[in-house]
Structures are given as C-alpha cells and as structure tokens.
C-alpha cells in the first residue's frame, strides 16, 4: 500500500487558484503515469512519463502541468482549473520492457468550485 | 487509438454463485490485459493480468481468459464473497506506454 503515495488526498481549490499534486513511487519504477477518474468514465490516461521523459500527452488542456524532475517523483500542476475538472486523479508508476503492470496511488480527491 | 469495452456495468450475485465480466478491444496489437478491483475510497488494484500468448489463467477463485481472435476477455470470479464487492476494470495495453481502460463493472455480493 505505501509503494505509491500522493499528496494531499483532498484538495479544495476555487478556479483562479494555482496548487500541485505529488506523487512518489518507492517501487525502483522508470514510468509514472497520471490518470483522471470521473464518474461512470473509464480512467482517463492525461501523462505519461518514461525514463523521466514524457512520451504522452492525451490532448490534455494546458491548465494542467505535469513536471517529472527524477524517475520517483511526478507532479500535475493546476490552475486556473474548472468546475468540470473535479474528480479522483489517480497517479500510477510502472517498469516499463518489464511486465508492463501497474501500480497505484491512493489518488487525490480534487473539487474545484 | 484502442476501444474498450466492459460489460455489464453493474452485476448482482448471491453469495456463492460465480460472476462474469466480459471487455472487447478493437486493436489487434494490444498484447497485454490487466484487471483491477477499486473498493469504495480506495486505489484500483491488480488482481490478475493475462498477456496475448495465452489463452487462460486463474489464481485460486478467480480466472481471465482471452479470445485474442474475436478481441475479447473475460473475468471469471466463482464462489464468490462479500468482500468481492466492489468496481472491477479491465485494461487493454499496446507499445510501450498506452493503457486504455473499461468503464468499470460495479459488483455486489449479496449475502
């Protein structure tokens, strides 16, 4: 359970304010993953980073920034985010060339008023 | 891109009795299935995973089994238990990076 975390697990943010998710792997992994999980929507891939290189960005609006300075730490900035943007965002990290299976953090709950 | 698709979105058994979650893929190089069971508050977790060199495989109650032919595998769970309850996804991945992911099946063991 402690193999991924993230920080916070809540977060209340009007639409004008700027924060950032972090997330860390403990897992020796060279991907991290960040993930959107609204309501009845399958999980929604955003970023991906491989070998601290990020190898995809799905269309994702630029009010959300991911930084990746080493291969266990990931963050997603956000600002000036929407009403819409509420929901579970999920942080996962792999090894990639190497089972490909993937690992979760506990995710942090946003709600943006 | 890939297409995932889960059915059914919801499932209800009684306790004991065996359940059935079926996925569809469209991209014939997706090469590896993951499962994931979400509790309520809680991280998705892997629960079994199949790769597309084989055809089936099962960890005590619970079993995948993979059509690599007709694009489509299957989450069998049997004998199942209370805290099998719960939101199961299926995933399909490709290359070296892409996951794509069902909608999710909310499972209820009645007891």
């Known amino acids: 359970e402690t193999g991924v975390t993230q920080t916070p697990r809540h977060l209340v943010m009007g639409m004008t304010n700027k924060k950032s998710l972090k997330c860390e792997q403990h897992l020796g992994h060279n991907a991290m993953y960040w993930y959107k999980q609204s309501a009845k929507k399958p999980l929604e891939l955003m970023f991906v980073y491989s070998l601290e290189e990020r190898v995809e960005n799905n269309s994702v609006p630029s009010r959300f920034s991911p930084e990746c300075p080493n291969s266990s730490h990931l963050f997603l900035h956000l600002h000036t985010l929407q009403p819409e943007d509420s929901a579970l965002y999920l942080c996962a990290s792999s090894q990639v060339n190497r089972g490909e299976t993937q690992y979760f953090g506990p995710g942090t709950r946003l709600l943006v008023l | 891109g890939e297409n995932v698709e889960q059915h059914p979105s919801t499932l209800s058994v009684q306790e004991g009795d065996s359940a059935v979650i079926k996925c569809t893929y469209s991209?014939?190089?997706?090469?590896?299935f993951p499962w994931y069971k979400q509790e309520l508050g809680k991280r998705p977790q892997l629960i079994i995973d199949i790769r597309s060199n084989v055809g089936e495989k099962k960890d005590q109650r619970i079993a995948v089994t993979l059509n690599k032919t007709a694009k489509h595998f299957s989450l069998h769970i049997t004998e199942t238990q209370p805290e099998d309850s719960a939101v199961y996804f299926c995933?399909?991945?490709?290359?070296?990076?892409?996951?794509?992911f069902g909608t999710g099946t909310s499972l209820t063991v009645i007891p």
């Open positions: 995933a399909a991945h490709k290359g070296r990076n892409q996951f794509y």
């Open positions: 991209d014939s190089a997706s090469n590896y």
